[in-house]
Each structure stands twice: as C-alpha cells, then as structure tokens.
C-alpha cells in the first residue's frame, strides 16, 4: 500500500515534472487527483487523466478524507497560507519554491507540523546532482585545503514579457532571488555555509519598467572568507552560464553546467589530492574522471520523490531555512539603501 495519497494543487507548467515523479513511484505514492484554477487546464486534464479525480474547487481538496498529501504547485505568493491550510486539515505537504518569502513563517508552519504530526518536504532538486554530492565529499576530505573564496554567478535571459500575471509583483514573485536564485543560492550555502550580507544592490537593466529587477549582487562574507554573488535574467540572446567557484589553499573547482550539474574545472597544487579525488569520483560515480569533467545530472523529480520515502531530512522544510534567511539577509540591505 502507497505511503501517500496524494492530491495536486496548481497544474501549470511544473506539473507534468510532478507527474512523472508520482509515475515513478507509484509503489510509495498514490495520484488520487487535481485541481487548477484556470478552467481550461481543468478541461484538458480531465481529458488527459480520466482515471484521477478532479475537485470542483480548492477547499475540496483539503477535505478530502482519503488524501495524507497535498503536493502544491501554486503561484509562490499562495504558499505559505495553502501549506497552513493543509496541515491544518492533517495532511503532510511537498512544496515547490519557495515554501515562504519569510523566516518567521516558516518557524510557524514547522511548529505547526510537528503539532498536526506531518511532514512538509521542499523541492531542492538541484542539491540531487551527482557533481554537487563529489563537491561536498571533497570538501569534507579538505582536498581544496583553506577555502579562500567562492564566487556564484547566474546570468540567464527571460523575455520582456516574463515578469508579467502574480511574477509582476515583489509581493506575488519575491523577487529575482526568490524567483530564480534560491537553488543556487541553496548549493552555495549547503556546501560552504550560510555567510553574512555585507551590501547587496539590485538593477532594473532589461525589465525598466517592472517593480521586480532582473539583477542581484552581493558581498558575502562567510567569517574567514568571502564571496561574491551575481543574479541577473538581463542576458541575451539566451542563458550564458550558472557556476560557482571554490578556491582554496590547495586548488579550486568550478561547477557549472545547466544546473551545476558539471564540474567544468578542477585543480589541485599536489598530485596526493588529485588521487584523492579520483577515489571519490570512483567510489561515487563508479567510473575515474579527468580535470575537464562531466558528470550531469540525475532524474531530479523522480528521485526527489523517491528520496522523500528514505531520506526524509535531506528535503524537510527546515532544510531550506538557510537560504530564506539569506535571501531575506539580502532583500533588506537593498531595501536599506
């Protein structure tokens, strides 16, 4: 029998990636139905999955007795009040980005599951990338010796048109960070820890006449290093790259890729730590990579669901406290100036 019986809030486009997941999994989780909204998504989904049912408006999918599991794939402003509403009926929750804008409601959301006795899990998928689970063991063996400095980079092209509906707004989107930096914002701060903001500064370069700017960037001080962080959907005519660099006393690495899905770069000043890191590469991977590496990425959503079954603390709300905080760290020194 499934684990969970699971219920969809919100159909858009990040839907069908939930979908497949449940389909994967259908042994520990059970789609018992939907509900969107916007008609027309209704009309098609009634179509597309006749065998699921589908709830004549959002209050019944919280009612529903045979339903542990809401999974919510809403626009980011609802989040917090449709996860309240959820654990309130007795019903465990998977988020998508970003559970809260704030740190306060997250405290109260993870008080308030511990009292129902549910779980929330958030989708941090990019922290499943097989590159980023080789970086953390190497930095747990101190391959790269003292880390010296990070810098994380994200310059990617939306069209004029994108910051338009609920991401029109600060209160409906939360901002670029919120938005579009927080997984690797997250993989900064899972690898390196959570730094202080010491300035932060935010530009309207391509979308002038939004209430939301395109780019972020911040000085970040991580107590016996620092770091420099750049967020900007100002590119053209397309994507140009996300990385981060690690540089230390003994070598550096630069993962990048569509989602620091590679290691692009890897350096070491002894060829002791480049065996070592070959070893890991080995034990991990199970095949021997060279300096210029790719490594890719693994079904992200898939495996997300399947390791919310048997690794449960890797994607538990507290989880992405850490990189709310940093953001908000973030948004309020701008806000400042």
Request: charged share 15%.
């Amino acid at each position: 029998m499934a684990q969970y019986n699971v219920a969809v809030l919100g159909c858009g486009a990040i839907f069908s990636r939930h979908l497949a997941a449940l389909n994967a999994n259908q042994a520990e989780y059970n789609f018992v139905g939907y509900y969107d909204p916007n008609p027309s998504i209704q009309a098609k989904l009634a179509i597309d999955l006749p065998n699921q049912k589908q709830y004549l408006a959002e209050a019944d999918v919280y009612t529903d007795n045979t339903v542990n599991c809401i999974v919510i794939l809403t626009p980011s402003h609802l989040h917090y009040q449709q996860i309240k509403t959820a654990l309130l009926a007795g019903k465990n929750v998977i988020i998508e980005k970003p559970a809260s804008f704030k740190t306060s409601q997250l405290n109260e959301l993870i008080e308030l599951a511990k009292q129902q006795g549910v779980h929330i899990f958030c989708v941090l998928q990019v922290r499943l990338n097989q590159s980023i689970a080789v970086v953390k063991a190497l930095l747990a063996d101190n391959l790269l010796g003292t880390i010296r400095g990070a810098s994380l980079v994200q310059r990617w092209q939306r069209p004029v048109d994108y910051f338009s509906g609920w991401r029109g707004t600060y209160a409906g989107c939360g901002g670029v960070l919120n938005e579009f930096g927080i997984h690797y914002l997250d993989i900064m701060q899972y690898l390196l820890g959570v730094p202080r903001v010491r300035s932060a500064q935010f530009f309207n370069t391509k979308f002038v006449n939004s209430e939301v700017a395109d780019s972020a960037y911040a000085l970040l001080d991580f107590g016996s290093f620092g770091g420099t962080m750049e967020i900007s959907l100002a590119a053209e005519p397309r994507n140009i790259e996300v990385s981060l660099i690690i540089m230390g006393s003994n070598g550096y690495l630069k993962l990048g890729g569509k989602s620091l899905d590679q290691i692009t770069a890897i350096d070491f000043l002894n060829p002791e730590s480049q065996q070592k890191y070959e070893k890991i590469c080995q034990q991990m991977l199970g095949y021997k990579i060279d300096n210029e590496v790719t490594i890719g990425a693994c079904p992200h959503h898939p495996e997300l669901y399947k390791q919310i079954i048997n690794n449960q603390e890797l994607f538990d709300i507290q989880q992405t406290m850490n990189v709310i905080g940093l953001i908000e760290q973030i948004n309020q020194l701008d806000k400042s100036n």
